[in-house]
């Protein structure tokens, strides 16, 4: 937001000395209610516990302030917003477009995309393209629509019933599954085969450990024996 002069305005709260008032409403460090005192013996808590005073409700009367690590504070808030935006849902529209006269092989490719689009709780828009006397056929195209929607009816649903659109037929399929949902499972994945990366790993060297040890032990023994016979 921007003043009429130009400059912007602060969203931050007022802080320690920046605070102007005789008297703040003050909760401690904690969450206890503190009660109303003074702004210079609220200022001399937040010396004494090495803290900040923030002023929480600069509305309120008094305004109501917290002792708290004001940089820590900002820290978390900022970690907690990215974590937000992360986990932020976008709708998102595929478009995968066919022919009527598709052979088998580009048909099973062109489904395989359309699963793995609605897997990630994406809506797919299926176009199927007439050309020439093709357009006079549309039971083609809508045939095909309809086995593909048939294909993939455990993963996504028919959202918008196939449709003419000049040379083009248009049918949009929606996920059964919430984009949030496809999200979650991808990163349990993630961390699953990470996991499984990890004991793999942790398991191959477990055996060469054990070879070196009984290889130090062997000579050890050896010589031992060398030892006996002289």
């Given at each position: 937001?921007?003043?009429?002069?130009?400059?912007?305005?602060?969203?931050?709260p007022?802080?320690?000395?920046?605070?102007?008032?005789?008297?703040?409403?003050?909760v401690?460090?904690?969450?206890?209610?503190?009660?109303?005192?003074?702004?210079?013996?609220?200022?001399?808590?937040?010396?004494?516990?090495?803290?900040?005073?923030?002023?929480?409700?600069?509305?309120?009367?008094?305004?109501?302030?917290?002792?708290?690590?004001?940089?820590?504070f900002?820290?978390?808030?900022?970690?907690?917003?990215?974590?937000?935006?992360?986990?932020?849902?976008?709708?998102?529209?595929?478009?995968?477009?066919?022919?009527?006269?598709?052979?088998?092989?580009?048909?099973d490719?062109?489904?395989?995309?359309?699963?793995?689009?609605?897997?990630?709780?994406?809506?797919?828009k299926?176009?199927?393209?007439?050309?020439?006397?093709?357009?006079?056929?549309?039971?083609?195209g809508?045939?095909?629509?309809?086995?593909?929607?048939?294909?993939?009816?455990?993963?996504?649903?028919?959202?918008s019933?196939?449709?003419?659109?000049?040379?083009?037929?248009?049918?949009v399929?929606?996920?059964?599954?919430k984009k949030t949902?496809?999200?979650?499972?991808?990163?349990?994945?993630?961390?699953?085969?990470?996991?499984?990366?990890?004991?793999?790993?942790?398991?191959?060297?477990?055996?060469a450990?054990?070879?070196e040890?009984?290889?130090?032990?062997?000579?050890?023994?050896?010589?031992?024996?060398?030892?006996?016979e002289?």
């Amino acid at each position: 937001m921007w003043c009429y002069r130009g400059g912007s305005i602060s969203t931050e709260p007022r802080i320690n000395d920046r605070i102007r008032v005789p008297e703040v409403r003050l909760v401690g460090p904690s969450g206890e209610q503190v009660g109303i005192v003074p702004l210079a013996k609220a200022l001399e808590l937040a010396q004494e516990y090495d803290l900040d005073l923030v002023e929480v409700a600069a509305s309120a009367r008094p305004p109501v302030c917290k002792l708290m690590d004001y940089g820590k504070f900002k820290y978390e808030s900022a970690m907690k917003a990215r974590e937000a935006r992360k986990n932020q849902a976008h709708t998102v529209i595929k478009e995968m477009k066919l022919r009527p006269k598709i052979d088998p092989h580009d048909y099973d490719t062109k489904k395989g995309h359309v699963v793995r689009f609605l897997k990630q709780g994406d809506k797919v828009k299926i176009t199927i393209m007439f050309r020439g006397r093709e357009q006079s056929r549309p039971e083609l195209g809508y045939r095909l629509l309809q086995r593909l929607a048939e294909d993939v009816q455990e993963l996504g649903f028919i959202e918008s019933n196939p449709k003419q659109d000049g040379r083009n037929m248009i049918m949009v399929l929606g996920p059964h599954k919430k984009k949030t949902e496809a999200m979650a499972e991808a990163r349990e994945a993630q961390a699953a085969r990470k996991a499984e990366r990890q004991g793999g790993a942790a398991a191959e060297a477990a055996p060469a450990e054990a070879a070196e040890v009984e290889s130090t032990e062997v000579d050890a023994d050896g010589s031992a024996d060398a030892n006996a016979e002289a």
